[in-house]
């Protein structure tokens, strides 16, 4: 089944278009982020994505993960909510938003179910390099999240909307922070993040069974792809 729903704050945290009308005086409102783009009245940012709900082992890792960071001076946010990207954060009209979900519904119904592995440590920024994520790569259905951002693509391109990117490197972020620190991130701490998700094997168990979860996509009534929708008021 398809969901519009309000948007998670782990979004919120990825992009700052999704927040208040009111340009961002007081950058302590939400915590330092940049507009992506200029906020007009009527326009309602989009974004669609698979969510993942973690078991408590993932909090297990995700604290892991927050000492490593603390431990060579790299501060970054706990997510709170997980997903993986099945879009770009496009804008779509008010009276576009049901239009734009049926043309997914359609496109995506006949897609099989999948499972998905996100078991590799990478760093990411989003393109204008003002925020930073570090987040767990997808080696497992890469095919197959890509033949649906393949079906998303032809609907965004329908609406005249920006597609994916063409090379995209699907995952599951666990932390974030206000500017570029991917390369300190990778310099002081990707090694030994690496070597403790070795060592979390009874996590990486626990994630195959939840993506595989998430991606049960054999019919309208199963699917999980979310379509979130918010307005600036």
Request: charged share 25%; with cysteine.
């Amino acid at each position: 089944m398809f969901f519009r729903l309000p948007v998670p704050p782990s979004m919120l945290s990825m992009f700052p278009d999704l927040g208040d009308e009111q340009q961002d005086v007081d950058g302590a409102r939400h915590g330092g982020r940049v507009r992506s783009f200029k906020h007009q009245r009527g326009n309602w940012a989009t974004y669609v994505y698979i969510p993942f709900q973690p078991e408590e082992e993932f909090e297990d890792l995700q604290e892991e993960v927050m000492s490593v960071l603390m431990k060579h001076d790299v501060i970054m946010n706990k997510m709170e909510e997980f997903h993986i990207s099945q879009s770009q954060t496009v804008v779509l009209q008010h009276h576009w938003i049901s239009l734009f979900v049926e043309a997914l519904r359609t496109r995506l119904g006949s897609v099989h179910r999948f499972l998905c592995v996100a078991d590799r440590f990478q760093v990411y920024t989003n393109a204008e390099r003002t925020r930073t994520f570090l987040g767990l790569e997808v080696s497992v259905g890469k095919e197959q999240l890509l033949d649906v951002v393949t079906e998303v693509d032809r609907s965004l391109k329908e609406f005249n909307l920006q597609t994916f990117y063409q090379d995209p490197s699907f995952h599951v972020s666990v932390a974030w922070c206000v500017g570029d620190m991917a390369g300190k991130i990778q310099a002081r701490c990707l090694a030994e993040l690496q070597v403790r998700r070795v060592e979390t094997t009874l996590w990486t168990e626990n994630v195959n069974e939840d993506l595989r979860a998430v991606c049960y996509l054999t019919s309208l009534s199963s699917c999980t792809i979310t379509v979130s929708c918010a307005a600036w008021e």
